[in-house]
């Protein structure tokens, strides 16, 4: 008998106007034909903001419709769900597949935001306050960061109506002009700082699976680690999954049809051997 495959998503954004995800229900298929689907992080935003009794509401909703879907769905921490859970990266296949978040690549989280600098002082803070040599594991550099992200409030994520939403969510993420060479110098520097990551911590990993920067892609980098971006539920780029099965990695896109989110074509195929 043939070993299903784990399937990996991210930044499902639930219950933010950004995302294309209107009900839990369209996720079913991705969960179909697997043995596990993995959530690497900001499947919701559960930081304090606004509305905290929504905000637990949709947590609650979002634990209770995985809880009972029948496939064994693990969820992995970002910077909007740091509470989520305790797991913050999850390895596969002998060590040889390292799936994370992606913003411990970011010494301020999330450089391109009007809070990078506030951010950047909360981490250092996280990290000084590790016991031993703690800043220097993986472990303690994601306990940190989420330490840090749990304390920054939601911004636009937590408007509900729509017009202050777009005009939230614009000073946000694309003012001023600036700003937009921000995200394109993180969108560059992703894929070598996901590698030496990967190299530093977890030396046996061939492969390092993040989402975070919401721009999906597959990169061969010159030290040799293969790594994978799955994108966002989120527009304009949309969403990526990777499969890990026994013997290969496979990156498929993720498609919209009738109203659900479905495994689509292949993107790459690498042996895990």
């Known amino acids: 008998m043939v070993a299903l495959p784990i399937r990996i998503v991210s930044d499902v954004h639930f219950a933010e106007r950004a995302s294309r995800l209107r009900s839990l229900g369209q996720l079913r298929p991705l969960a179909e034909g697997v043995s596990m689907l993995v959530f690497n992080g900001d499947t919701l935003d559960t930081r304090r903001g606004r509305d905290n009794e929504r905000t637990e509401r949709i947590r609650r909703e979002v634990l209770d419709y995985f809880g009972s879907l029948g496939t064994p769905v693990t969820f992995l921490t970002g910077n909007h769900d740091p509470d989520l859970t305790r797991q913050h990266s999850l390895e596969l296949a002998s060590g ?10 970011f010494e301020n989280i999330v450089p391109w935001s009007t809070e990078a600098k506030m951010m950047r002082q909360k981490v250092i803070q996280a990290l000084a306050a590790l016991p ?50 921000k995200i394109m110098q993180a969108w560059r520097e992703a894929p070598d700082r996901a590698a030496a990551l990967a190299g530093k911590h977890r030396p046996k990993a061939r492969f390092i699976v993040i989402g975070h920067t919401h721009r999906p892609g597959v990169w061969r980098t010159a030290s040799g680690i293969v790594v994978i971006n799955t994108g966002s539920f989120c527009r304009p780029f949309g969403a990526m999954a990777a499969e890990v099965g026994a013997r290969t990695l496979v990156v498929r896109r993720v498609e919209s049809r009738g109203g659900a989110f479905e495994p689509g074509p292949e993107v790459a195929e690498f042996p895990l051997s």
């Open 132 to 181: 031993g040599d703690g800043s220097s594991r993986l472990e303690g550099r994601l306990d940190a960061f989420r330490s840090a992200a749990a304390s920054i409030q939601q911004r636009h994520q937590s408007e509900r109506d729509p017009v202050r939403y777009a005009i939230r969510l614009a000073g946000d993420t694309v003012w001023p002009p600036n700003r937009i060479l």
């Open 96 to 105: 040889r597949v390292l799936i994370t978040h992606g913003d411990v690549l």
